[in-house]
């Protein structure tokens, strides 16, 4: 079956520093990939998605490519703030209405 | 536009006892997605409905879980003679079509 896996975490940044959160997929066919992002207490909420292979989605500052020669997702930005800190969900979508989501990465970015 | 709107927010319920998740999907959206997120993991899905219709309830528990999309009113999520391993939050989406969903803030259950 379909399957997501990022990278645990937690992961605590200072700063402006550099962020990359993998993740790889398995899927039948070719789906559509997605990251969402969870600020605490709160929904998800879509940060970007890539819908066919060498897509690059972005949305305020972040940006993930569709790999699919090595099936993956990485999301990253260059310089991260404060107000980033949150959980980032990797999922995707192939060929139905279910998204099949990886376990989330707790990202934490200190003054 | 309100959003997709889920409540309560918090939920405490004895063991035992029944927990109502409601769900009102966003203006315009005909399909409502219940996923659930259990501690440390992602979010699984639950169940696709329509108006008055469940198009697919294969992620659903086959015991103890229901639920329904009425004509008029919000989803229902329905859990009866609840158990610890029910904690959970639980996620309300919905649809205009079978794309683009919107996600409401969930319902955090916590069964004592």
């Known amino acids: 079956g379909d399957s997501v896996t990022q990278m645990e975490g937690p992961v605590t940044l200072s700063e402006e520093a550099f962020l990359t959160i993998n993740c790889t997929y398995t899927a039948t066919g070719y789906p559509s990939l997605f990251w969402y992002v969870q600020y605490p207490g709160e929904g998800l909420q879509l940060l970007l998605k890539a819908t066919k292979a060498d897509d690059k989605g972005s949305n305020k500052g972040f940006e993930a490519t569709y790999r699919k020669e090595t099936t993956s997702f990485h999301l990253e930005k260059g310089s991260v703030q404060v107000s980033d800190s949150a959980v980032y969900f990797c999922?995707?979508?192939?060929?139905?209405?279910?998204?099949?989501f990886g376990k989330g990465t707790k990202l934490s970015v200190i003054p | 536009n309100a959003g997709v709107m889920q409540n309560p927010r918090h939920l405490v319920r004895r063991r035992g006892q029944e927990a109502r998740l409601r769900c009102s999907p966003m203006k315009g959206h005909s399909h409502v997605y219940w996923y659930r997120q259990l501690p440390e993991e992602g979010l699984k899905f639950m169940v696709y409905?329509?108006?008055?219709?469940?198009?697919?309830e294969s992620g659903m528990p086959k015991e103890r879980f229901s639920a329904e999309f009425p004509k008029e009113g919000p989803s229902i999520l329905r859990i009866q003679q609840v158990v610890r391993g029910d904690s959970a939050a639980y996620f309300c989406?919905?649809?205009?079509?079978?794309?683009?969903?919107?996600f409401g803030s969930g319902t955090r259950l916590t069964v004592v």
């Open positions: 989406a919905s649809s205009q079509d079978r794309d683009g969903y919107t």
């Open positions: 409905l329509q108006k008055e219709n469940i198009i697919d």
């Open positions: 999922a995707l979508e192939a060929g139905s209405y279910q998204l099949t």
